[in-house]
Each structure stands twice: as C-alpha cells, then as structure tokens.
C-alpha cells in the first residue's frame, strides 16, 4: 500500500509525494492501482488496510492500494466524481445524500455492518443512558458527529432542543478530548471507535451509551461510481476479496493482526493494552461480519434507517435501496479459504518473529 501525503496543487488529487511503501515494492510496476479514500486515516481503527497490505492480501490480488489523505473539506463523493478515487468509504448518511441528490454511486460492500459513532460519557459519569443526557453539553470530533447526536436523541423521542442540549466541536485530539471530559468542559462526547481509544490512549476511561439499535447500521460502505464500475471492475472485485480476508484475520488470530498493526502504526501501540482494546474492539465489534458472507449488502436495513434521516431533513425522501446497491461484488469479495488467510499469517510470524506481540 502506498499512503500519499502531498497533491499537484492544480488538482484535487494528483502526484503523490513522500510516499511509504509497504512489500512488494519491487513488484510495483506489476500491479494495478487502485485509490482510496477512507476515514481514519493511518489509524489501527480500520485494522484491514494494514492486515491486506501486510500479510499479502491486495499484492496476491494483483493490486497496490493508494490510501488517500481524508483530512479534507472535500466531500468523499467529489473523488468519484473526478476519478481521482475508484472506492471511497461513506457512512450511510454520506450515501443517501449522494444518493438523493441523484449521484450515481453503487455501494459495493459494506465494511462495518455496526456504526461506528457513539456517544460516550466517562467511567464515572451519573449519566447512564441517553434519558439522562438533559441541559448537558456534548462535545463533537467533527461537525459530522452531530447527525449521530440527533439520531441518537430522536431514537427515544427527542430532539437536541426538547433535552436543552448543547453541542460543542472539540477536534478529534486524543489529549485534548480526553481533557474536555476529565475538566467536566463537556459532559458527554459523540465520535467514533477511533475517537474513543484516543481519549483512552489519555488516560480516561469511558464507557459507551449508546443503545445497540441505534448503531444497527453500515457504518463504513465501499462506495464506487457507477459510470465506471465496469471497466474498473476487476480492481474494485481485487481489493474487496483482500479487505475480506483482512477481516477474517484479525478474528482467526487477533495477536498477529495487532503486530501487524504495530509494525504499521506503532505510536497506537505505545500503550500496549490500548492498541490491543482498539483492535479487539474493531475485529469483534464494529468490522465483525454481521450477515452470511462478508460485506454483504442489506436492503432491509438500508429501508429502515431512513426515516430519521428524513425527519431531520438530511434527506428529501426515502430512496428504493436498489437504485445505489450493487450486490454483484459480494461474491468475488468472498472467493477465497479459510486456509488461505492461515497460511499467511502463518507465513508473517515466521518471517518477522521479531515483530509478533503477545
């Protein structure tokens, strides 16, 4: 996998600098690219890239995956519009507004069946559900944990307002969020899994609220466009089966899924038990396979979340899920063995005994 950090300034996206390469760098020239936008970016958070790049996943696919910088203004979908990004990954709000607005995007697999966003209160907290968050302060990693906030809320009949809430964006910096909670600046936060082992990694504890069923939803989708789905096909069909088996590592061997995350990303893994906490949590929680095969579309589920983005006006009408669901990728993403993710875990620890922790 190649990280790009720097862009031609004329463009949206363009030549990438300071690239780092990971494996087959020698067989670069052999592989086809493919580039990819995701949230989270460089963060154990989303365990597969690394897992896929390291343990020869997307290189035996025939692929070298560009992970885009997400740290931009730009809306995800815009690198699909450009074809500066074959995939990028959208939480479900982001699709169904690209999806109302008439953009022909396809939702190809969907990489977390369990929404990441939560609200969280510290360990020590007199709030134990969302019933008891009223005339409380919420802070925010970003303006877009704010549609988790109202979801949240309306999921038991009320509306930021009805509870006299307030909501504050505090950034997404481990220390400084875990700051805001342990000075009672605010008193509940709302973001993400990666968010939350970032407060963690500070040295606070907190514990989620959020009710399971208000987190029943994909989280992360691998969205494409639809103009050009065919003639990428071949690499879009090449990265989901290696996301696929990264998945399915980290749950038959969590251990050498979290060393290989260390060796990419070792600040995560400065406090042990924290990197370990962020990859349990992803494997088991939030990237657990939810449906017979992995990423499995389901538009069932798709249906049933839409209403309360149509109560807070985030969409103008409910959309028939078959007009942004392609499920002809389902199966490429799950042609492979057991044995095979085996073999090259196996073959990993033997080759950097010196990089497996425990």
């Not at 589920?301 to 839409?306: E, P």
Request: proline share 5%.
């Amino acid at each position: 996998m190649t990280r790009i950090s720097k862009f031609v300034a004329k463009t949206l996206l363009g030549v990438a600098a300071g690239a780092i390469v990971f494996g087959v760098a020698a067989q670069a020239q052999d592989l086809q690219d493919v580039n990819v936008v995701m949230p989270n970016d460089a963060s154990c958070g989303m365990y597969p890239e690394w897992n896929a790049t390291i343990f020869g996943f997307w290189p035996d696919a025939g692929i070298k995956v560009n992970i885009l910088p997400s740290e931009t203004t730009v809306p995800y979908v815009a690198f699909l519009q450009n074809g500066d990004a074959d995939i990028v990954t959208l939480d479900s709000a982001q699709v169904l507004q690209a999806a109302d607005a008439g953009l022909p995007i396809k939702v190809v697999y969907e990489a977390m069946q369990y929404a990441p966003e939560g609200i969280y209160v510290v360990a020590d907290s007199p709030i134990n559900s969302l019933e008891d968050l009223q005339d409380v302060t919420i802070g925010m990693a970003s303006d877009r944990d704010l549609i988790t906030t109202i979801i949240a809320m309306s999921s038991i009949g009320k509306t930021l307002e009805d509870a006299n809430i307030t909501t504050v964006v505090v950034g997404d910096s481990g220390p400084i969020m875990a700051a805001a909670l342990r000075d009672k600046t605010i008193d509940a936060f709302a973001g993400s899994n990666s968010d939350f082992a970032g407060i963690s990694a500070a040295g606070v504890q907190i514990r989620d609220i959020t009710p399971p069923a208000v987190s029943r939803n994909p989280g992360n989708s691998f969205t494409v466009w639809g103009p050009t789905m065919e003639e990428n096909r071949d690499k879009i069909e090449a990265f989901v089966k290696g996301w696929a088996m990264a998945q399915h590592a980290a749950v038959l061997d969590t251990k050498t899924s979290a060393s290989a995350c260390a060796t990419a990303v070792p600040e995560q893994f400065e406090n042990r038990e924290v990197g370990f906490n962020l990859i349990n949590e992803n494997a088991f929680v939030q990237q657990i396979r939810r449906t017979k095969d992995f990423g499995e579309l389901q538009p069932d589920v798709w249906s049933s979340i839409q209403p309360a983005f149509l109560n807070i006006g985030e969409i103008s009408k409910e959309i028939d899920p078959d007009t942004f669901l392609d499920t002809s990728f389902v199966d490429p993403a799950n042609d492979w063995k057991t044995d095979q993710v085996k073999s090259a875990l196996e073959k990993w620890r033997e080759e950097n005994p010196d990089k497996v922790i425990y």
